[in-house]
């Protein structure tokens, strides 16, 4: 406690040593909880939650809004490492909206340019689209990681190949090549 009553201090988020992937703890012969549950009955379920209508909104300008590709992908990667139950849906929604909004953004600055005219004085500026395409990248890494951190504490196999994340700078060219 500070000297004004005031309790700043302490253990941080994000302090501390990292946790090991489950594939690593188990390799370095440590011990993992793996709990064997029984077969669950007749039951059918959805391969991928139904893609909300926002994800799927048209867009001002006309253009394809990717978030619900970007959606099912992702969630096609996460049932495929059994993993789909652990992480939010939200996150996911969240994960496919900031990738669109970063590819139109994308766009903008190719079909824009990285200069813009000032509203009143007429003079050269930075383009808005600049700064707004770094945010989105920054949401889209921080969003990211949180899903990858729940994959790599709880796959206890490991995996090869591409994962949504990668597929993010193919997209935006296939975008820009009109092959969306």
């Known amino acids: 406690m500070a000297?004004?009553?005031t309790g700043r201090g302490g253990a941080r988020v994000g302090a501390g040593r990292k946790k090991?992937?489950?594939t690593d703890r188990i390799s370095d012969g440590g011990t993992a909880m793996i709990l064997d549950l029984p077969e669950?009955?007749?039951m059918s379920g959805e391969e991928i939650p139904p893609v909300k209508d926002y994800l799927k909104a048209k867009q001002k300008s006309g253009k394809s809004f990717c978030a619900a590709e970007v959606y099912e992908?992702?969630?096609k990667w996460l049932r495929e490492?059994?993993?789909d139950r652990l992480v939010n849906i939200q996150l996911v929604e969240q994960y496919a909206v900031s990738v669109s909004r970063w590819i139109q953004c994308e766009e903008c600055i190719s079909e824009y340019g990285f200069l813009a005219k000032h509203p009143t004085t007429g003079n050269a500026i930075a383009s808005p689209y600049v700064s707004m395409s770094q945010q989105y990248m920054k949401q889209v890494n921080q969003i990211w990681y949180q899903i990858y951190q729940v994959v790599k504490e709880n796959c206890s196999v490991e995996w090869q190949g591409s994962t949504p994340q990668d597929?993010?700078?193919e997209r935006?060219?296939?975008a820009r090549n009109g092959g969306m």
């Open 3 to 5: 000297r004004d009553g």
């Open 20 to 22: 090991k992937a489950l």
């Open 40 to 42: 669950p009955s007749e």
């Open 73 to 75: 992908e992702t969630w």
């Open 81 to 83: 490492r059994g993993c």
């Open 167 to 169: 597929d993010v700078m």
């Open 172 to 174: 935006l060219l296939r």
